[in-house]
């Protein structure tokens, strides 16, 4: 999610959920959780919440190094959003393994889809607006029609009923919204975010602008080294400064100084 991005605002937004017992929050890629909710999901364990990732993608894209070994690039993306998601409260982290880029939204993946939603049973369902305007990366439109189309699976028992006992979560939350009708407020919980999407370091060049990584090629991603420290810090401390410009951006819509904006559909 670019971090500078503003929405357009669909209306009087509502503000703040009840704190859902179960959370599942649906990302394309590694890190696409932490950029879309990753203030609402810390917040939200901070108050009990259980919360559950599930990642579409193998994240083997994820490099602007062509010589990069790519199975070390998944392995280590996959650390980084175990960790990511221990920062901002924990939770099971599930990897769906598509391969990053070429992700569809049919039948195979949907029941992937309503299958986890089944088996975690949540009460907000979180991911992608799919209807997001002019949205480049395929991989985003996809994964906010699984989420949706996997909804609508979990919830009648006649769609793929060998994945389990149907589910209807209450709500369904929709980051990088085409027209945002809701926001949570994240005050307190800026950091967590911040510290969540700085796990990633293997992004740190390509998404946030910080330092220069070694190639994958050479074994497990290192940090930044030909970048004198004090320049990749004032790099880190923009990117900062980026991310909490969004949520105030965000929470201006609601009257709040720091907030997550999303379109809202209840599901009941």
């Excluded at 503000?15 to 909710?37: K, Q, R, T, W, Y």
Aim: aromatic share 4%.
């Amino acid at each position: 999610m670019p971090v500078g991005d503003l929405p357009l605002q669909g209306g009087e937004p509502t503000v703040n959920l009840e704190v859902p017992s179960i959370a599942l929050a649906v990302g394309a890629h590694p890190d696409d959780i932490e950029f879309g909710c990753g203030g609402t999901l810390a917040k939200w364990a901070a108050a009990g919440c259980r919360l559950h990732h599930l990642v579409l993608t193998d994240g083997s894209k994820g490099t602007w190094d062509p010589s990069a070994d790519l199975a070390v690039l998944t392995r280590v993306r996959k650390e980084e959003q175990i960790e990511a998601a221990r920062l901002i409260g924990g939770g099971d982290v599930t990897f769906l393994d598509f391969v990053d880029g070429e992700l569809d939204s049919g039948i195979e993946a949907r029941r992937d889809v309503c299958r986890v939603i089944r088996q975690v049973r949540p009460d907000v369902l979180i991911g992608h607006d799919p209807w997001r305007r002019y949205r480049l990366h395929p991989d985003h439109r996809h994964a906010g029609w699984l989420v949706t189309d996997g909804l609508v699976a979990a919830r009648d028992q006649t769609f793929f009923p060998q994945t389990g006992k149907a589910h209807r979560p209450a709500h369904l939350l929709l980051w990088e919204a085409d027209v945002p009708n809701h926001v949570e407020n994240v005050g307190g919980h800026e950091m967590d975010k911040i510290a969540a999407l700085l796990a990633h370091r293997s992004q740190h060049v390509s998404t946030m602008g910080i330092g220069e990584v070694a190639p994958a090629s050479s074994g497990p991603l290192p940090a930044p080294q030909e970048e004198a420290e004090e320049e990749i810090e004032e790099e880190a401390q923009a990117f900062e400064a980026r991310v909490m410009a969004q949520l105030a951006a965000h929470g201006a819509m609601a009257g709040i100084a720091r907030g997550e904006a999303f379109h809202r559909i209840d599901a009941t």
